[in-house]
């Protein structure tokens, strides 16, 4: 039987391995990236605060196009976006323009970085992660950096680690009894994406009304905010690019939803209207579940808040209609709380064969893209594991949900 103390150290041969093995990764990122996702909210930043409506679809002003590349910029001459982010969003971005691009791109990362070990360690104290085993934070912050949703995180420089950063502060200033600060900060996730608008209900459902007035009252103000600062136009335009984004039929390849994985799977074997009805209808169940499952028990205020929180969280990735891989980062704040509830009960090991196979699946670095057999039809299939591995996992939360509620109708009969 391996001692306590070898098997410290031999956790901390595996952080140190996987920490070098992501700073590696990082300087090169540093070094060659064009850190693409952020060149395109710098440049439409940019286009909407010299005027121009980037919802229209339109090509970049030459002027606009000459300033953008002085700047350092990645734009040229054929440049057009379809653009999906919410006028609020590029508010965010607005200061960032401020700067050259790559002094502003470089503090975006250096900024993704501070929210997400900001993120890591808060979801630690939130689940009372912190005990006398002093292996548990190398250990979860070995999870992270081998976590490839984060790789993309960085190489697409998106803003899922400020999301992440969001959604745990939900989380804990809920769960420490601040209304406020909770329907503050979620409304400010929405910012950046719109289906956590699920989590609404979530605090509906408990009958947590103060919290559930104050994400409306936030989200309201920051739309009105952003339709004072840009103009009715550009807002307008942005909800019927929505519009459009949501009528759109068969879904790209690295569309990693539910529902684009139905729609690439049963494509050519079913009609497109009976595909939608059928992810309409899995989306629908995961919701009620979810919901189901959210009912604040009596007498119990905080009785399994973590683990219903992030099966919240699973559920807004699982049902929205697009989906990246680097979306996938903010599925640390469930698998992390998942994890620490694994060690701390005691849990069969089929639960912890699911949360193996689950992290496998959406953690490890593999694609299909390259082969277009898989890329539509039955054969698709087979690219499914990202989808799957969330599945996966929300199937096990939902598992470990019914078992602590158990737990806590027992533990009120003794008293």
Request: proline residues 3%; positive net charge; contains cysteine.
């Amino acid at each position: 039987m391996i001692s306590e103390k070898n098997f410290k150290f031999f956790i901390l041969i595996l952080f140190c391995f996987i920490l070098l093995s992501y700073l590696h990764g990082l300087s090169k990122e540093i070094i060659f990236s064009q850190f693409t996702d952020f060149d395109y909210y710098y440049v439409q930043s940019f286009r909407l605060s010299r005027g121009e409506n980037i919802y229209n679809n339109d090509f970049i002003g030459e002027n606009l196009r000459r300033q953008l590349q002085k700047m350092g910029a990645f734009v040229d001459f054929n440049f057009r976006a379809f653009v999906t982010h919410s006028p609020a969003f590029f508010l965010v971005i607005l200061p960032f323009t401020l700067l050259p691009f790559r002094s502003a791109a470089l503090l975006w990362l250096f900024l993704s970085h501070i929210f997400l070990l900001s993120s890591v360690f808060l979801i630690i104290k939130i689940a009372d992660g912190y005990d006398k085993r002093s292996y548990i934070v190398p250990m979860v912050l070995t999870l992270v950096f081998c976590f490839w949703p984060l790789r993309e995180e960085i190489h697409m420089s998106n803003p899922n680690s400020a999301i992440l950063l969001l959604l745990t502060l939900t989380l804990y200033f809920f769960k420490n009894r601040k209304p406020f600060l909770t329907g503050l900060v979620l409304s400010g996730a929405l910012v950046f994406r719109q289906y956590f608008l699920v989590l609404f209900l979530f605090f509906l459902w408990r009958r947590e009304y103060k919290v559930f007035f104050y994400c409306i009252f936030s989200s309201l103000a920051i739309e009105a905010i952003s339709f004072l600062v840009w103009g009715y136009t550009v807002w307008a335009s942005y909800w019927q690019t929505i519009h459009s984004f949501l009528g759109q039929g068969q879904s790209p390849f690295k569309n990693i939803s539910l529902m684009g994985t139905i729609g690439r799977v049963g494509y050519g074997l079913m009609p497109a209207n009976m595909l939608y009805l059928f992810g309409l209808i899995c989306s629908l169940v995961i919701l009620f579940i979810f919901l189901y499952l959210s009912r604040k028990p009596q007498g119990q205020i905080n009785s399994h808040l973590e683990l219903t929180f992030s099966l919240g969280v699973v559920s807004c990735i699982a049902i929205s209609p697009w989906v990246h891989e680097s979306h996938y980062l903010v599925l640390l704040l469930p698998i992390i709380i998942t994890w620490l509830n694994l060690l701390k009960s005691n849990n069969s090991t089929i639960d912890k064969v699911l949360f193996l196979i689950s992290f496998l699946a959406l953690g490890l670095r593999y694609s299909l893209e390259q082969f277009s057999l898989f890329h539509v039809g039955i054969f698709a299939i087979f690219s499914s594991g990202k989808i799957t591995g969330l599945m996966i996992l929300y199937f096990l939360i939902v598992r470990l949900v019914k078992k602590s509620a158990v737990e806590g109708n027992l533990r009120m009969r003794e008293n």
